[in-house]
């Protein structure tokens, strides 16, 4: 019955669900950025079932990268491999974009990783990430719980346990992202705050409704921004030799 209710509430409030979709949005923020000759790499490809873009075809290459060994077999990459993102086994100035979809939270050595996105971009190059603000409800519940917990509800939320990994939370808020991958060598283009429907309070009417409240009221102000959801960020690396990559303006 509440399910009932929630699903109504829902789809009264948010009538074009798919539109404020967080990760639809970043996707076609990808798409904008993408040229025919980049050579592109995923950070936490995983097997490819939740984020669902379409850049084989549409690149040169898109190659992902993932400890779990099922990335291998991911229908949207031209090559799969298994390895730790924060030591990528590509060589120096391999690619022309990295991006990673909710992946950096669970980044235990954010200095390793930003470094090893500069090393493996060419100048000019541009990293592109989706990730929950460490300063949002969400985060701050998700900190103060173990894993088995998250493992529990996400299972309750339709989300297979396997796909639930250990989180940190260190590259997580603006300060964070810039102060590391700015250490890398990587300019700070633009770190914007993205509050959606409260996915994680539909169990309930009364979560739920206050979690719209929180919503609109956070979307509403923009020096409310560093309170919302999701943080999406891009930086570009430096060039030394030649004017930057004017990507980002595109």
């Not at 109504?8 to 979709?21: G, H, K, T, V, W």
């Not at 890398?184 to 283009?189: F, I, T």
């Not at 020096?223 to 303006?249: E, G, I, Y």
């Amino acid at each position: 019955m509440m399910s009932t209710v929630v699903d109504a509430l829902s789809a009264r409030l948010y009538p074009e669900l798919l539109q404020r979709d967080p990760v639809v949005g970043f996707v076609e923020r990808l798409d904008r950025m993408v040229r025919p000759h980049d050579v592109v790499l995923d950070l936490g490809a995983g097997a490819g079932e939740r984020n669902r873009y379409a850049l084989r075809g549409r690149v040169r290459r898109i190659v992902g990268i993932d400890l779990d060994p099922r990335v291998k077999t991911n229908p949207l990459l031209d090559l799969g491999v298994t390895g730790d993102i924060s030591s990528l086994p590509f060589p120096a100035e391999t690619f022309d974009v990295v991006f990673a979809i909710y992946v950096l939270e669970h980044v235990e050595r954010p200095a390793a990783l930003a470094s090893a996105v500069s090393r493996v971009l060419r100048p000019g190059g541009v990293f592109l990430a989706l990730t929950p603000n460490v300063a949002h409800y969400t985060a701050l519940v998700s900190r103060a719980t173990p894993t088995a917990f998250h493992r529990w509800f996400n299972t309750h939320r339709g989300r297979p346990a396997a796909d639930t990994f250990p989180t940190w939370y260190r590259l997580n808020s603006r300060r964070a992202l810039v102060r590391h991958f700015a250490a890398a060598g990587l300019e700070p283009v633009s770190i914007e705050g993205v509050e959606v429907r409260p996915n994680y309070l539909t169990f309930n009417p009364m979560t739920f409704l206050a979690g719209v409240a929180y919503e609109r009221t956070v979307n509403a102000f923009e020096w409310l921004s560093p309170m919302r959801v999701n943080l999406v960020a891009t930086f570009q690396k430096l060039c030394t030799a030649a004017p930057a990559n004017d990507r980002h303006a595109r």
